[in-house]
């Protein structure tokens, strides 16, 4: 079996989670074409550097993530830091001749995943991007049903993804709220994975129009080597100004023929993480949110309609890659098994030298669509999708 190299950059919570689902895939998928090796974690705190080679088994730890690129023993960069600091690390990994996998979004504006897409197509690397809902089982599933036909003519989807991350005003002004470390806000940070999913079961959206707001001007500064952006300040503290956006929604058109609706929120009070789509067809419908992401609900039309309602149908190893984590119906998988999927993808693309889904075309499908959505925000019109990639 083949063994791969990896560096890892940036060791927050998605480093970590990427690094710990690599360890695990062994274990779970006897059938997968390559195994990953922790060659280099990259991160500018020790802790963390320290952390890695301790805790998770990386042969080194480094600052400079240049060292890491250029390690002969490095055949793929996974990219987890700030999304500003995307484009550079992907191009210089592309450059050097090695596959990147990237977290959402690459780069935190539509022009910077531009260039990055460029980078690997040019340098013929693989690509992934951490659009990780793609791999929830039943949303799998969904994506068959909806191919199949079972839903009919699609007439309208509706995506959200409300989560209460940044609701808490006294939540620190981590680089996720600063236009220089994340880009835009929620439409980089979460609307990504909404209209990416949208696009997935749906086909491309062609023109949209939408709105945006900040709700929480101000936070605290943060404090050196604390936390994340689910970390407190203190009333007092020292603050500082957020520069994009909490909130963005959309209306949509797709390709063919139905119309959509999105929104995505921070600092919405209520919904903790939904991440959640509706889709109607003409002979059917689905739901499927990540807070019960274990179970999708089906509506189909038949000549019966005495009981017509949503069904619940239970995640189980019936559906895609779910056996590989535990066996029966209703026994249930979390977000990090997603990763673990995701992971798995990426190496067996590389093994086998087929380009991996979703990958920088898909991350610049959905930038094209963010750009239009930010023309609107400045026209107040109705903006034609254009690819970002030909501008
Ligand atoms: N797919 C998902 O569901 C998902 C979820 C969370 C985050 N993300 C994405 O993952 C990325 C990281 O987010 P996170 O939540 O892990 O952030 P985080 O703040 O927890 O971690 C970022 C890490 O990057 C490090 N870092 C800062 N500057 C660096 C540099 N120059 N070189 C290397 N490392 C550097 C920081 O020290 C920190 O350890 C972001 O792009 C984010 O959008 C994706």
């Not at 480094?62 to 055949?75: K, M």
Request: charged share 20%; glycine share 10%.
């Amino acid at each position: 079996m083949k063994e791969l190299g990896i560096a890892v950059i940036g060791f927050g919570w998605m480093g970590k989670a990427h690094t710990r689902s690599y360890l695990r895939i062994p274990t779970l998928f006897p059938d997968r074409s390559a195994n990953a090796r922790l060659v280099y974690c990259v991160d500018p705190m020790e802790s963390r550097r320290t952390e890695a080679v301790r805790d998770f088994g990386f042969a080194h730890a480094t600052a400079d993530p240049q060292e890491a690129i250029d390690h002969p023993d490095v055949d793929a960069v996974i990219v987890c830091a700030p999304n500003m600091l995307h484009e550079e690390l992907c191009v210089a990994a592309a450059q050097a001749g090695k596959h990147v996998f990237c977290e959402k979004p690459v780069g935190g504006t539509p022009e910077q995943t531009a260039r990055v897409e460029l980078a690997a197509r040019s340098a013929g690397v693989i690509s992934g991007v951490g659009y990780n809902y793609r791999w929830a089982p039943l949303v799998q599933y969904a994506k068959q049903l909806i191919d199949d036909g079972v839903l009919g003519e699609i007439t309208n989807y509706r995506g959200r993804f409300f989560s209460m991350y940044g609701s808490d005003p006294l939540g620190l002004l981590s680089w996720r709220f600063e236009f220089d470390g994340a880009g835009y806000g929620v439409s980089s940070d979460i609307l990504s994975h909404s209209m990416d999913l949208a696009m997935m079961l749906n086909g491309p959206i062609t023109e949209v129009v939408g709105q945006k707001e900040t709700f929480i001007p101000q936070r605290p500064l943060p404090k050196p080597d604390a936390g994340s952006h689910y970390s407190r300040g203190e009333v007092g503290d020292p603050t500082g100004p957020v520069t994009n956006e909490d909130y963005t929604g959309a209306l949509t058109r797709f390709a063919n023929g139905s119309v959509g609706t999105f929104e995505a929120s921070r600092n919405i009070v209520g919904p903790q993480s939904q991440m959640a789509f509706d889709i109607h067809g003409t002979k059917g419908a689905l739901r499927w949110n990540l807070e019960t992401m274990n179970e999708l609900q089906v509506f189909l039309i038949d000549d019966n309609n005495t009981h017509d309602g949503y069904t619940t149908v239970y995640a189980g190893d019936r559906f895609p890659f779910h056996g590989a984590f535990v066996p029966g119906d209703a026994n249930a998988i979390g977000y990090e098994d997603l990763k673990v999927i995701e992971c798995l993808q990426f190496l067996n693309a590389i093994a086998t030298g087929e380009q991996h889904e979703p990958g920088f075309k898909e991350a610049l499908n959905y930038v094209s669509v963010q750009q239009a959505l930010v023309s609107s925000w400045e026209s107040n019109s109705w903006q034609k999708v254009v690819d970002v990639g030909l501008q």
